[in-house]
């Protein structure tokens, strides 16, 4: 067997991981693509988002809950017509659940047929110890230790896929500091190492996306592997144009009203700040409640679709609506 | 381009933004596939390959307003108000272009008030563009800068901020708003929406107005003696006791994503401490599996015992911004102990653990100490060993052998007697005394500062001049 190219002769020289053909022809091609499924972008995502793709890097996606991290990845899939392949973190995740496993059962109930099919033929008993027996094992170790029993995790799963596939890797601020360590290799060579096979090498290059709450430092290790995106509160004139896209049959006049609302409510001092999916949400009850404008009767009725702690819709009332009352 | 690199790079670690090789090589890698007339989409590419956290962003956009700040003729400090002189830099030359400068001249022959009022318009009709165009012009009228003085840009944005008179700005723009509305009058909602929204405005103006100052600095000074000026400590760097206003507003905005990670690295650390002692019952019935040989010994979670802690903190001018800073962070993690107890002083001592309890807004507690807690007994300068002698008068049974004690301050005592034996009991009935001084390490024990009277009977003494440390001290305390 001659090695694999490049081993031979000079060593190939240290290089980026190759990028595989351009998804995206420009910056401005990200922002209509994904535009037209109903993400918008601003400048920044979709300048990061075709650097990803030409660097063949992953994109740490960091900021608070519900400014649309995971989105960002579902949406980039569907523009690209790719797999999404999603990797949910938590605490205690480990390999055999992120990787692979082999799937022992089937390697036992391999082993038990193996006997069986020696008991039944007749005149070639194995007698422990002896050259034959040895060959077999060597068979029957190569046979169970072989892809047929290798239950594929996403993230082999995403190496392995010979179609173009997005990779989301959600939450990763949950899994402890060590666990971390199993998704570096992944993320920068794409390769999986798998002591009884080998190693397995991307076909194609996918794309990456993890995304953090921010709930703990992630290591310098990974974050030095990615590159970073920040996912923040979108501006006032995006905010209204995510509402308009998302919220159907929603006027013009009151998806500015919306987006002016929120954004005075994250001016104010709250525990928890409304997010875009809760903007959504309330710009939709207005929408089946009928509401044509928003007066403060109304909002103060409704504020609890974007506030979701007692004290932040008392502060959020006596700011907004409160002073009405103290006025007149 | 790789010389301005390598360079905003070096910035950037001066700044005490850890950026590896790597990451240098990747922004590198990464300029190549961008445009690189487009400002924006450079700004874009550089941030994600070279910061690694939001709480850099800041540092960062500095530096690189700075490095790769717009030139042109338009923006040599001299330029526009001296055409016919070419020799602007002459002493001479000054003395024409601030003559010219109070002459209204800035080539268009603007009187202030028609400046505030093509201002105001442009305000009013969110017009951006033009809104630029005033700033640019206000800067060089009302600034006042003169090629090579070494002030800030904050000196000049002030000067300029008070000739333009925003707030003023803010009243008459919500005036006619309320004047344009169809019944002449706001509701409230609208009111503060309107207030909002031109408040917003009015901050596009401020930013552009220092854009303005700093590319002019930019073109007189240099680069880098201009990043070295403007370079800005990062929040968790930030001295407590000479914060500015900006600065401490940052803060209290740092601190609540810190507590929220130091409270789920400690539980965290609970769990995982596996030394607990083998669970006998657990590993004879997970033998079952492997026909009664224990393979797989299972252990009793430990349950480390929580440390009770008594905060006892100065809150007098000098430190109170640390002792807010400190009570806070205990206070927001308080579930990692099994009791807190907090206790403020000047030169009297109240109790304040009552402001706590019940409340989910420790900002809210904090300011009702500010406004109610009962500290001053003669005063109001710190007096530690009177307040230590009450609170040994009156709390010294609540002590227990499981409880740690914090004091905080800087121990400058006025020349007032330490009473510091009530430290020595204290240390002989809690389990660790320990003394946090926000202030350097050098500047203890000169003046009227005896932290050292006091040292000798605390487990420890710690400086905890920033958030780092503070946050250090309490992550290792729970």
């Not at chain 2, 070419?86 to 028609?114: K, M, V």
């Not at chain 2, 905005?253 to 083998?278: D, E, F, Q, S, Y």
């Not at chain 2, 007096?383 to 052998?401: K, M, N, Q």
Request: charge should be negative.
């Amino acid at each position: 067997m001659s090695p694999p190219d490049g081993r031979r002769g000079a060593p190939a020289p240290l290089a980026f991981p190759e990028p595989g053909p351009a998804r995206f022809a420009s910056v401005q091609d990200v922002r209509e693509r994904l535009g037209q499924v109903g993400y918008l972008a601003d400048d920044g995502i979709a300048g990061v988002v075709h650097l990803a793709d030409r660097l063949a890097k992953p994109v740490l996606v960091e900021g608070p809950a519900g400014t649309g991290k995971t989105e960002l990845a579902k949406s980039v899939a569907r523009v690209t017509d790719s797999r999404l392949i999603r990797l949910q973190c938590y605490e205690g995740l480990d390999e055999s659940k992120a990787l692979y496993e082999w799937n022992y059962k089937k390697q036992l109930l391999r082993i038990q047929a193996q006997r069986m099919v020696a008991d039944s033929a007749p005149g070639e008993e194995a007698v422990p110890g002896d050259r034959q027996s040895g060959s077999t094992w060597q068979e029957l170790e190569e046979d169970i230790f072989s892809e047929e029993f290798l239950l594929t995790r996403p993230l082999l799963e995403a190496i392995r896929a010979s179609e173009p596939v997005v990779l989301l890797v959600d939450e990763v601020d949950r899994v402890e500091l060590e666990t971390e360590a199993l998704l570096l290799e992944v993320l920068s060579e794409y390769q999986v190492s798998i002591p009884e096979l080998g190693t397995v090498r991307a076909e194609q290059i996918p794309l990456v996306f993890l995304t953090s709450n921010n709930t703990r430092e992630l290591s310098e290790a990974l974050k030095r592997r990615c590159l970073y995106l920040h996912l923040d509160y979108p501006s006032l004139e995006r905010e209204r144009d995510i509402v308009l896209a998302r919220v159907p049959g929603i006027t013009d006049e009151l998806a500015d009203q919306v987006a002016r609302i929120v954004r005075s409510l994250r001016t104010l001092e709250l525990k928890k700040y409304p997010s875009v999916s809760e903007t959504l949400d309330w710009a939709r009850t207005l929408v089946v409640l009928g509401v044509e404008s928003i007066d403060a009767e109304r909002a103060k009725a409704t504020l609890h679709v974007l506030l979701k702690y007692r004290s932040d819709l008392e502060r959020a009332a006596k700011e907004l609506v409160g002073a009405t009352e103290a006025a007149s | 381009m790789l010389d301005v690199l390598t360079g905003f790079i070096g910035e950037l670690r001066a700044a005490g933004l850890p950026v590896s090789l790597t990451e240098s090589l990747d922004a590198a890698e990464a300029v190549r596939h961008i445009p690189l007339e487009d400002r924006d989409a450079l700004k874009y590419a550089l941030a994600a390959t070279l910061i690694k956290s939001s709480s850099h962003w800041k540092v960062f956009e500095t530096a690189f307003e700075v490095y790769f700040s717009l030139r042109g003729p338009q923006y040599d400090i001299g330029a526009e108000h001296a055409p016919g002189a070419s020799d602007a830099t002459s002493a001479e030359g000054d003395d024409q272009r601030r003559g010219r400068g109070q002459g209204g001249a800035g080539g268009e022959g603007l009187s202030p008030e028609e400046l505030a009022e093509m201002l105001f318009r442009a305000l009013l009709s969110a017009n951006d563009a033009q809104v630029a165009a005033i700033a640019r012009h206000a800067v060089s009228r009302y600034a006042g800068m003169e090629p090579g003085r070494p002030v800030g840009g904050t000196y000049y944005l002030y000067r300029t901020l008070r000739n333009l008179d925003l707030d003023g700005m803010l009243e008459r723009l919500m005036r006619t708003a309320r004047a344009d509305a169809p019944d002449g009058r706001l509701t409230a909602l609208e009111e503060r929406l309107e207030r909002d929204e031109f408040g917003a405005r009015l901050d596009r103006l401020r930013r552009e107005l220092e854009d303005e100052i700093r590319r002019r600095l930019v073109a007189d000074r240099g680069t880098e003696a201009l990043a070295r000026s403007l370079r800005k400590p990062l929040p968790e760097e930030i001295d407590f006791m000479h914060a500015t206003r900006d600065e401490l507003a940052s803060l209290r905005r740092a601190i609540h994503p810190l507590t929220r990670k130091l409270a789920v690295r400690l539980a965290r650390k609970r769990r995982h401490g596996r030394k607990g002692p083998l669970d006998f019952r657990s590993t004879m019935r997970h033998s079952l599996s492997t026909g009664g040989v224990p393979v797989d010994p299972k252990f009793r979670y430990p349950r480390p015992a929580k440390p009770e802690i008594i905060v006892i903190a100065d809150i007098s001018g000098s430190v109170a911004a640390f002792a807010r800073f400190t009570l806070h962070l205990v206070h927001a993690i308080s579930s990692q102990f099994s009791k807190v107890r907090s206790f403020v002083f000047i030169d009297g001592i109240d109790e304040v653990t009552r402001f706590f309890e019940g409340v989910d807004d420790v900002t809210e507690a904090i300011h009702r100490i500010n406004t109610e807690a009962d500290v001053v007994w003669v005063d109001g300068h710190s007096d530690y060993g009177h307040a230590l002698s009450v609170f040994w008068e009156r709390w010294a049974d609540e002590i227990t052998p499981r409880a740690s004690v914090l004091l905080l301050g800087d121990a400058r005592n006025n020349y007032h007697a330490s009473q510091a034996w009530v430290v020595q009991e204290i240390g002989h009935r809690a389990r660790h005394v320990y003394w946090l001084n926000p202030e350097p390490r050098a500047y203890w024990g000169t003046g009227d500062s005896i932290v050292g009277e006091y040292a000798v009977y605390c487990d420890d003494v710690f400086e905890c001049r920033n958030l780092r440390q503070l946050e250090q001290f309490v992550s290792e305390l729970a």
